[in-house]
């Protein structure tokens, strides 16, 4: 299997940021974190930067399904984007009536559009964490701050607050983002784009 040979920090307005080599060719790895204003924030200075030469571009990451036929880990490239988690699965099951598409995530449409911008491809693949039925443990909607981050410790007294349903259903979240990690890096080893 190939890997990233040794992805070095890199110095970048994002919560993580580094480059790597893969295949012969140079990567930047960017997290930004949930949402469209925290793309903006970590991808607003790219195009200036020197010495950094773009080829394309690839929005990857967690989704959730809106095709009842999605299961937890598989890959998706046909997605619509909204800037707040969808939370129930009626709400997912709209969204799929309203836009046909496969599933949901908060950042590519906003990473698209920098694709756009800068004249490169863009691809968009992500892992379902959460099927089209599933509604989510809490509405994580409430607890981001300004910038669109999820405060961990007001999901965690939220769960608090009623451990015996919330506290179980976040553990099965967290066991389902932890498939679908794999399964991106499985897609990721083994393709060529």
């Not at 200036?48 to 095709?67: M, P, Q, R, Y």
């Not at 046909?78 to 598409?101: C, M, W």
């Amino acid at each position: 299997m190939k890997r990233f040979g040794g992805a070095k920090p890199w110095d970048w307005p994002a919560e993580f940021a580094a480059q790597a080599e893969y295949g012969g060719d140079r990567w930047l790895l960017i997290a930004n974190g949930p949402g469209t204003a925290l793309v903006e924030k970590a991808l607003g200075q790219l195009p200036g930067k020197e010495g950094v030469e773009l080829s394309g571009v690839i929005s990857t990451g967690f989704c959730g399904a809106l095709d009842p036929a999605l299961r937890v880990g598989d890959i998706v490239r046909e997605l619509y984007s909204i800037d707040r988690v969808a939370v129930t699965a009626a709400e997912k099951h709209e969204l799929r009536n309203q836009t046909g598409a496969a599933a949901v995530d908060m950042e590519s449409a906003a990473i698209a559009r920098k694709a756009a911008q800068w004249g490169v491809p863009f691809y968009a693949i992500r892992a379902v964490s959460d099927t089209a039925a599933e509604d989510m443990p809490l509405d994580f909607n409430k607890y981001r701050d300004r910038d669109g981050r999820f405060s961990r410790f007001r999901i965690a007294l939220a769960a608090l607050a009623r451990p015996v349903t919330r506290v179980p259903a976040l553990l099965r979240l967290d066991r389902n983002c932890q498939v679908a990690a794999e399964s991106l890096g499985d897609c990721f080893a083994h393709s060529r784009l």
